[in-house]
């Protein structure tokens, strides 16, 4: 992630723990998943239906739905 860390300025652990949060339920979708986060995106799709980029976009998008 040292890369995408660099490229997007994110904090490695609080994506990882956005991650965990994405992933913590198999059979919801990501955003069953967020409801825990009070964060909603648009989409029906289950987490491991979305690439690292697109990841990167959520977690950028919830970072600034919190401000």
Same mark, same amino acid.
Request: glycine share 0%; aromatic share 18%; hydrophobic share 25%.
């Given at each position: 992630?040292?890369? +995408?860390?660099?490229?997007?300025?994110?904090?490695? *652990?609080?994506?990882?723990? %956005?991650?965990? $949060?994405? /992933?913590?339920?198999?059979?919801?979708?990501?955003?069953?998943?967020?409801? +825990?986060?009070?964060?909603?995106?648009?989409?029906? *799709?289950r987490?491991e239906? %979305?690439?690292? $980029?697109? /990841?990167?976009?959520?977690?950028?998008?919830?970072?600034?739905?919190?401000?």
């Open positions: 992630l040292s890369y +995408n860390e660099k490229k997007y300025n994110i904090n490695e *652990k609080d994506y990882f723990r %956005f991650l965990k $949060e994405c /992933f913590k339920y198999k059979r919801k979708t990501l955003n069953n998943n967020l409801k +825990n986060l009070n964060f909603k995106i648009e989409s029906n *799709k987490a239906d %979305f690439s690292e $980029e697109e /990841f990167i976009e959520i977690y950028q998008q919830y970072l600034h739905s919190k401000k």
